[in-house]
């Protein structure tokens, strides 16, 4: 109901119809008539009052828009309509509409209290008790619980706004990272490009100016042989006048005249002998390598392939291309079919251990081995099929690799010989029975040929499935051979620890000369050889004829790597300076002889540029010490080797 107010004469209150809008205005009309004529009742009742709404005479008008986000203060905070069912009151200090049941007074009001209770009420808001609640109250609790959970909300929204900017933070300098890397990995390869582009250009005018320093060097030994004998010469001269004019006597037997060791000669090696390569026809045959299961469901799918003709069977190919002369196979990659992903992944298998165990340092330093990634299967249909004589010794084939054949089906022959003449291996013929399995090492096709003629294959179809690791990259493979300063270069495919997948190969163990195996550099593209420092360095080398039998062994090793692997590129690296002048009196005589007579001869040896930045630049001719270890590992002063800067 509508409050009353006293005025000043203190008459019954009326409504200030003067501060209610016109509507409600009507509304407490009607709501005073129906209480007039009929006895006061309880609001729960069926004939109780309408809603008894005031309104402050502030409130905005109803044609304009009104803000969502303020509070309504002529409807009750609950937001709901009792349906006539309860008194509306409105707070004397805000102006604030309540339902009577919201503001607490559950008693049962009529007019008359309604309109003295309007005189002084102040809704549940503003009204603020003058007495202070017992510590116990249940308020206090809520009152305490609610600024916990308020301080415990505050405090948690202000760790997760920190660990959001943190981890934006953090994903921008991620970000910033990942970009720094690439930019450094394109770099990186953008050196290796150009280092590998300038490999061909060998000599250059440091090479040149390092000759000359030998040539003098040489000079100037020669120079003092000269005075020497000289010397020796103007003695026994004297000697002679001496005695030409002393009295006639039996003379004593003159002393021959001392003269220079006659030069050794470079030992030449007969091209009709051959060099053992150490490698045989064939290196395993395993029978009934498959099942008499598995060898069905293998050849019931190897009979729904359309193959392509050749010459004297037919082809179909799988996974990475395998070009050969003659090849007709599609040049599309084509991926490996399920049915055949098992039989090559245990022929991977067998590839990894024959690798591991040949270099068994490969599993120490994480190398990987060569992968089976290429199929080729062979089909030959009736006895007047045949393959010709040839080896698999395309570059492209990984030179430490093997090649693994399955047989299927009808029973062959395979007719092995012997490449050149100069070797003593006599040719050979293995049986090709079904399921079988035979292993031949990719370093053997350069030594042997093989071949099923006509008439060598059973009646009935055979199929022979071949695995081989083929890459575009094997064409760069290297073999490194050389002692300690080689130590930390390893092969892989980590860019930064290794020369990279664009380089693959293997590096050989050779501290001195006569410790190079010319062997492990068949089947490779690159050889490089950095060896001689041992010795040269032995305290038996004395001089130039010393210096020139150590060099002739040398060209020996060399001869042999090149009769073994006549396709390869030979590089040869100088003795490296260092810090005794002893020894680097014979380093710089071996390097001229490998100067002018190797690279100038018939090996088609390639001499390695830049040793010259090795040198001290205080011009003393000694091994950088910025560039060398200081100490060795027993803590004795390291006259030799390269530090990681050096290297």
Not at 267 to 280: E, F, L, R, Y
Not at 288 to 302: G, K, N, Y
Not at 314 to 325: D, E, H, L, Q, W
Not at 505 to 525: L, M, N, T
Request: charged share 20%; aromatic share 6%.
């Amino acid at each position: 109901m509508p409050p009353k107010t006293h005025n000043q004469k203190g008459s019954t209150p009326k409504i200030q119809r003067s501060s209610i809008p016109k509507s409600h205005q009507r509304q407490s009309e009607r709501i005073a008539a129906a209480s007039a004529s009929q006895p006061p009742a309880s609001p729960k009742s069926s004939n109780a009052p309408e809603e008894f709404v005031i309104v402050d005479q502030a409130t905005k008008d109803t044609n304009q828009p009104e803000d969502e986000n303020k509070n309504k203060k002529d409807v009750c905070p609950c937001g709901k309509s009792s349906g006539g069912q309860c008194w509306v009151l409105t707070c004397l200090d805000c102006k604030q509409a309540w339902h009577q049941a919201c503001a607490g007074l559950k008693a049962v009001l009529d007019k008359t209290a309604v309109d003295s209770l309007l005189t002084t009420w102040q809704c549940p808001w503003c009204y603020m008790c003058p007495f202070t609640k017992p510590g116990g109250h249940m308020s206090n609790k809520n009152a305490k619980a609610i600024q916990a959970k308020v301080i415990t909300t505050a405090a948690v929204q202000s760790i997760t706004d920190s660990i959001a900017d943190e981890n934006r933070k953090l994903s921008d300098m991620i970000q910033h990272l990942e970009d720094r890397i690439g930019s450094l990995n394109s770099d990186i390869d953008a050196i290796q490009s150009t280092q590998n582009a300038m490999s061909e250009r060998v000599i250059r005018i440091a090479d040149i100016e390092t000759h000359l320093q030998h040539q003098l060097l040489g000079q100037a030994a020669l120079d003092q042989k000269v005075k020497s004998l000289q010397t020796t010469l103007a003695s026994i001269q004297n000697e002679i006048t001496s005695l030409s004019q002393a009295p006639l006597h039996v003379n004593p037997p003159m002393p021959p005249i001392p003269s220079l060791p006659p030069p050794l000669s470079t030992p030449s090696i007969s091209t009709t002998v051959g060099v053992d390569h150490g490698q045989v026809a064939v290196a395993d045959i395993l029978e009934d390598f498959i099942d008499v299961e598995e060898a069905s469901s293998l050849t019931t799918f190897l009979d729904s392939l359309t193959f392509t003709d050749e010459n004297g069977h037919s082809v179909v190919a799988f996974g990475a291309p395998y070009k050969y002369t003659g090849s007709r196979s599609t040049d599309e990659v084509q991926v490996i079919p399920d049915e055949l992903k098992a039989l090559a992944e245990r022929i991977n298998c067998l590839q990894k251990d024959a690798y591991c165990s040949q270099y068994p340092d490969s599993v120490k330093y994480n190398r990987p081995h060569p992968d089976i990634n290429s199929i080729l299967i062979n089909k030959y249909a009736g006895n007047n099929s045949f393959l010709p004589s040839h080896s698999d010794d395309e570059d492209s084939i990984h030179p430490e690799s093997s090649i693994f054949t399955v047989s299927l089906g009808a029973k062959c022959t395979i007719d092995f010989a012997p490449k050149s003449v100069g070797y003593s291996d006599a040719p050979s013929s293995v049986p090709c029975s079904d399921r079988s399995l035979y292993r031949m090492t990719r370093k053997s096709q350069d030594f042997f040929a093989h071949e099923i003629k006509s008439g060598q294959t059973e009646p009935g179809t055979r199929y022979s499935i071949t695995f081989r690791s083929v890459s575009r990259w094997n064409v760069n493979s290297t073999c490194l051979v050389g002692d300690s300063n080689t130590g930390p270069l390893h092969f892989g495919t980590d860019k930064r620890r290794t020369f990279g997948e664009t380089m693959p190969g293997q590096r050989f163990w050779a501290p001195k000369i006569d410790s190079i195996e010319p062997p492990v550099c068949c089947a490779y593209k690159n050889v490089v050889i950095m060896c001689g420092t041992n010795d040269v360095r032995q305290p038996d080398v004395n001089g130039p004829h010393d210096i020139e039998v150590i060099y002739n062994l040398y060209h020996t090793k060399l001869t042999e790597i090149r009769k073994l692997n006549p396709r390869c590129k030979i590089y040869v690296c100088p003795v490296l300076p260092t810090k005794c002048y002893r020894i680097n009196q014979g380093a710089l005589h071996f390097n001229s002889l490998i100067f002018t007579k190797l690279v100038r001869g018939d090996l088609g040896v390639q001499y390695v540029r830049g040793f010259n930045d090795f040198l001290d630049e205080d011009g003393s001719g000694l091994l950088s010490k910025n560039l060398s270890k200081q100490f060795d590992r027993h803590s004795r002063p390291d006259l030799l080797h390269l530090n990681l800067s050096g290297i």
